[in-house]
């Protein structure tokens, strides 16, 4: 069996019973280092199969072999393994090779999901997800999407914003998202939603960049509808209140 779980943001408060079954029923457990991290205390009896950044082919590579072999293999993701994370990849790979493997995706939250619990009620309507990292996406598709978004008025959150590899994606961003909606439009930056030292601020287009936006932050540009009230973003859903 190989299961691919979703861990939210990584405490065990923000996991579900389902997320947390998989992980107890799993002989090999294999991830990311700091995905790993986040559940040591839930796998002290597991064998434990941990690369870094980028090796995700290698990993998910990995826990296909040993779960062809018969064992029972969890692959941590963090927030959910559908958003920007592992499910594809092993469904890819176990469709490429042709093989009859049961498999078990497991939901989790998202960062743009914990980020909205947290600033309020952002995401109330149509929204959409984009990320800025170009390491497996064009660029120039990355902008192109940015305008279609901002012109159909969406509520967009934005993964992956900024690291030290590209620290101007979020500025083409801003320049871009301000040709189609006011500097005056609410934007939410979340950083380490739902854990640990979880900061929240509310400003907007015209100001977000004079905030602190790296890669644990997630970044939620309101729509024209989405205003401020005392420590809340608020997007109407278009309910008469």
Do not use: W
Request: include cysteine; charge should be negative; aromatic fraction near 4%.
């Amino acid at each position: 069996m190989l299961y691919v779980v979703g861990i939210g943001p990584g405490n065990k408060g923000e996991m579900t019973l389902n997320a947390i079954k998989a992980i107890e029923a799993s002989d090999v457990i294999v991830g990311y280092k700091t995905y790993i991290d986040l559940i040591e205390d839930m796998i002290t009896d597991k064998e434990v199969v941990v690369n870094g950044m980028r090796g995700e082919v290698e990993r998910c590579s990995k826990a296909v072999d040993l779960a062809s072999e018969g064992k029972n293999v969890a692959v941590i993701s963090s927030g959910d393994p559908g958003v920007y994370a592992m499910s594809g990849l092993v469904l890819e790979i176990v469709s490429s090779r042709k093989l009859k493997l049961e498999v078990e995706i497991i939901p989790g939250i998202t960062s743009a999901n914990g980020a909205s619990a947290s600033l309020g009620a952002p995401i109330m309507h149509d929204h959409a997800y984009i990320s800025l990292s170009d390491l497996l996406t064009d660029y120039d598709l990355i902008k192109k999407r940015l305008k279609l978004a901002a012109e159909g008025d969406f509520v967009i959150c934005l993964f992956n914003p900024k690291s030290k590899g590209r620290p101007t994606h979020i500025n083409d961003a801003r320049d871009i998202l301000l040709e189609h909606k006011s500097e005056d439009t609410v934007v939410g930056i979340v950083k380490n939603a739902k854990r640990q030292g979880e900061k929240v601020t509310i400003t907007t287009l015209g100001q977000m960049l004079d905030h602190p936006i790296d890669m644990t932050t997630m970044v939620v540009i309101g729509n024209s509808n989405t205003y401020k009230y005392e420590d809340f973003m608020i997007t109407p859903r278009g309910y008469t209140v």
